[in-house]
């Protein structure tokens, strides 16, 4: 019995942890992550890049609305938009598909 509200039918495993494609259950077995986390850890698990830039952001500030404005935020949009040759395009960062939306 769990007291959490069944919106999703599981599977029967607990992951532990993650390295690359591949996921770990509870009992270390192995499996091959092949919905990269509903589309999150597309790098794969334990990134070395990815988690290294997650531990310096987090120890600066975890989270920062978009109600005030972010520096590293617009210094991206710059970017993008240098890259793609869409100099006056304006960009939206959410961070889900119902905000996307």
């Given at each position: 019995m769990t007291n959490l509200l069944q919106t999703y039918n599981p599977l029967?495993?607990?992951l532990e942890r993650g390295e690359g494609a591949f996921?770990?259950?509870?009992?270390n077995k192995k499996y091959l992550d092949c919905i990269?986390?509903?589309?999150?850890?597309?790098?794969?698990h334990n990134y070395p890049a990815?988690?290294?830039?997650?531990k310096l952001q987090a120890e600066k500030i975890l989270h920062v609305s978009n109600l005030v404005k972010i520096k590293s935020q617009e210094d991206l949009?710059?970017?993008?938009a240098n890259?793609?040759?869409l100099n006056n395009a304006k960009t939206f960062f959410g961070n889900s598909g119902?905000?996307?939306?």
């Open positions: 029967p495993i607990y996921v770990f259950d509870i009992n990269c986390g509903i589309g999150v850890t597309n790098l794969g990815v988690t290294d830039v997650i949009a710059a970017k993008l890259i793609t040759g119902a905000e996307a939306v």
